[in-house]
């Protein structure tokens, strides 16, 4: 069965801080994708990173970088210098590449992260 | 490039009475997803709509909920009788395609409060 842990339901760091977000999935397909999705305040959920699963090089957007290890079923996030504005709830999702509901996401619980000025 | 919209915005009824939502996806896009998001949790798949064809509805309370799609474009889920766990809110997303290979686009989703 597909599954998408987020230990870390709620961190609260001071700006400039950097922050990890863990995020642990189980999966038996052997082709498979990643997402990290932010929700703000607003509600609307921002597409943020997909990472196939024969792809474990790590990846880094500004100030966003990710870390993907199929050795420990991880794909953690990290915020280098986090600011105000990255006050949201992220979510870690996963989504299998074969069978018939393709496209189908199964979110974590999400991680609600506090950055305070 | 207009997003994916949704209406109402926010909408508050008493159990036992009936609700409907409406999507319209970005133009173009052949896939359509209704997801659930009851407060503190991960959104839940309800129903995938391939064009106007329903692809996957495994989790869909059939009993009390229903969706379609004419013409593969707008969208609307129907809840009748609504129960109190239905409190949530209901997002949209819509992609080219159905698989993981490309991003699913939100929308600002509906706040549904069942009192």
């Known amino acids: 069965a597909q599954k998408v842990t987020q230990a870390q339901t709620e961190i609260s760091v001071v700006e400039k801080e950097d922050v990890t977000l863990d995020c642990v999935y189980e999966?038996?397909?052997?082709?498979?994708?990643l997402f990290w999705y932010k929700q703000p305040p607003s509600g609307e959920l921002v597409f943020l990173i997909r990472r196939n699963s024969f792809d474990e090089q790590n990846e880094i957007s500004g100030r966003y970088s990710w870390n993907f290890q199929k050795s420990t079923s991880s794909f953690n996030f990290t915020i280098t210098a986090s600011q105000v504005v990255d006050s949201a709830v992220y979510f870690c999702a996963l989504s299998e590449a074969e069978g018939g509901s393709q496209g189908n996401l199964i979110f974590g619980k999400g991680t609600k992260l506090s950055v305070k000025p | 490039e207009a997003g994916v919209a949704q209406s109402p915005r926010y909408k508050i009824i008493e159990k036992r009475q009936s609700v409907a939502f409406w999507c319209n996806p970005i133009s173009g896009h052949a896939t359509l997803y209704w997801y659930q998001q009851i407060l503190g949790q991960g959104p839940k798949l309800l129903i995938q709509f391939q064009n106007n064809g329903v692809v996957d509805d495994s989790q869909l309370p059939k009993d009390r909920f229903s969706a379609e799609r004419l013409k593969g474009v707008d969208s609307t889920l129907k809840i009748q009788p609504a129960k109190l766990e239905d409190s949530a809110v209901y997002l949209c997303?819509?992609?080219?395609?159905?698989?993981?290979?490309?991003?699913?686009?939100f929308g600002p989703g509906t706040r549904l409060t069942v009192l």
């Open positions: 999966t038996r397909d052997t082709t498979y994708y």
């Open positions: 997303a819509s992609s080219l395609e159905g698989t993981p290979r490309v991003e699913q686009f």
